[in-house]
């Protein structure tokens, strides 16, 4: 099959698909199904798309939903989110005129106008119409975001725009002039990025120059599919002679680089999906020479540019800055000549200090029992904290000794007072359950769960936030909120309010926690009308990559399942980040079983409680959530009566072989390694296959052109079950990448798939 430079493992994998190490009597399965564009493969998915639309789209429930999801996603009345730039606030709009999307920009006054005080509307100046630009160019485009240029004569006149074909992680650069809306070509001085899994942003003041990561040709890859170059190019320059900062070794995951708004240069190398080096870039230091670079494209050690400072932290810690300040977020305990820092913890030291030997450090966050962070952003004199308590979000406001006070001094401290922004908070859930009697599953019952979050306007010119709030069944309010000297929120002014979008008379949310079977307690929501008898039930999960599952509103699960009489659940399992880094790292590799027993336990509690039954049980989940419910079908078919299994992780001894999933060797270790696989293979989802066992329906949903998990773990899957004669429905979009759509359209057509199929299969 015919490979691209950023699938070096593509053939490899290929070969391999048909001696997969299948369990004894398992129908083998073809090695083209591998080939993403290959005519056998594609007719295969054709006559498995074709045999699911005639099953669907034929339901009259089916087009119901399709209409509803699509009205909630294409509604004119939804909340325009705005980011500042150069005095303008940016927004990019999806709606029915506009499939692919329109970027856009107006001011502030404007903005204001369309809130729901005002009464008015908004004025918007449109910068990039999409469709339009699709359709010239004879191209699927995708949106990936804009990097507006924010300082010198060209600011807010030049904007560098990300743009994917049909939605792969895979995209281009290219400039846009903001002032006669059209791309400068190369030819005339503009700045261009080839299509790669790269990057490209602003290297200047003066818009002058860029950071690059790309394919720059054979070699410049890692082992993951990323570049392990960072390269800086002059306007005019070919990028292929642009000096090179940095060069990472192919078996790391990545190199980058990032420009902040104090104007520094930080170079990375990302090791693995946890482990990192950062190294900040004087203006003075002396580049490594493109020669250099090439010479090393099999270098085992990483190249820096002469001068780069690199960051000594522990290779696990995250590291950023605020002001003059270095911040280091902890995922493993730290001992220091000073004391032991526990996991999670946030400390602090002046930047200029550290780089000069100065190991003091200041602590401005350890978690507790029930308390995390999972988040900050820094305004011009306040550091937010987002933190989780029991999966229920707040806001910490900290601010820096003053100017001249010691600056390992102590730092003030205020919780974030969120009443401004709730019109209406949610009734706090019951305590009790049919009969009146305390339900002893409930976590911290009484108590609202809301969503409250919060991101700097502009974190080198005001202390103003972006603040937005939601619940299960409130729709988001956004707001505009000012910090005073002290870090108390000073003011707040609402811009937004967006309006229901399903009928949630009667949902009550609630919080529980199930006995997972080492005897952990593993939280999980629940959302739903409370009622006698078993009801159908989704259960959703993903534990995974430190990712929390958390509160946020249901605009089309509450009109696709919820107004229905559906109840909704999201468990927070292990190998998320409900409960901060030694959560996560409770579930890699060789522990991953406790994030299937954490999902089980709550599948279980479930049916304990009388929420509901197995065969009204469907679990649901995608990317790494996928290989979560494919163990649910392998493992657990007794507890579940449908599977809805999207853009998935399946074939776990090959995964490191398939597009970019040797990056994730550090969640699940390599199964290259005899050792290791023995532990993975527990968890392979397609090994775990067996004749004569009656699996629960399943649903698998990917995309063709998912170029971060291959399409063919779902079609290898639906493959060998059909064969067996299982119960599998297979749907393939031929765009949308990892996100398994590209507009609202195809959004709202699987969205009506997924609660049609689990409807159907749930009785």
Known sequence: MTTTPHQPAQAEASAGA????????????????????????LAWVDVRNNTTRAVYETDPIFEQLREGIEEILDSTDKIPGVSLAAGYLYNFWTDAEHPRGLWRRTTWDSYRAGGPQ????????????????????????????????????????????DLSDGGSDTDVTRELDLDTLTFIDPADGGFYRSSSKGSMTWADDEGQSVLVTADWGPGSLTTSGYPRQVRRARRGQDLAEAEVLLCVPPTSMVAGAARDRQGRTWLSEQMTFYTSRTWLLPDDATRLAAEEASRTPDA?????????????????AEVSAAWDYLLIHLREPWTTPEQTYPTGSLLAAPLAAWLDGDRHLTTLFTPTASAFLQGWTHTAHHLVLSLLDDVVASLQVLTPPQPGAATDGPWDRQDLDPTALTPSTPAPAPDGAAGGDPDPTLLRPGRALVDLAAGAVDSLESDELWMTVSSFTQPTTLALGSLGPDGRLASTEVLRQ???????TGVVATQHVAISTDGTRVPYFQIGKPGDGPVPTILYGYGGFEIPMGVGYLAVTGKAWL????TYVIAGIRGGGEYGPAWHRAGLKENRHRVYEDFAAVARALVKRGVTIPERLAVHGGSNGGLLVGNMLTQYPELVGAVVCEVPLLDMQRYTHLLAGASWEAEYGDPDDPDQWEFIRTFSPFHLLREGVGYPPVLLVTSTRDDRVHPAHARTMAYRMLAMGQDVTYFENSEGGHGRASTNAQRAWVGALIHTFAWRRLG
Do not use: F, K, M, N
Not at 135 to 153: I, N
Not at 498 to 504: E, G, H, K, L, T
Not at 563 to 566: A, D, S
């Open 18 to 41: 048909a001696t997969s190490s299948p369990a004894p009597c398992l129908p083998e399965v073809p090695a083209w199904l591998d080939e993403v564009e290959g005519e056998q493969a």
């Open 118 to 161: 005002a009464g008015g509307t908004t004025q918007w100046e449109i910068l990039l119409d999409l469709d339009a630009l699709g359709q010239a160019e004879g191209v699927t485009w995708v949106w990936h975001g804009a990097s507006v240029l924010r300082t010198g004569p060209l600011a807010g006149h030049r904007a560098l725009i």
């Open 563 to 566: 107004e229905r009489g559906g």
């Open 300 to 316: 085992a050690s990483t190249v820096s540019a002469e001068g780069a400072r690199l960051i000594e932290v522990p290779e696990s």
């Open 498 to 504: 967006a309006p229901s979008r399903y009928d949630a």
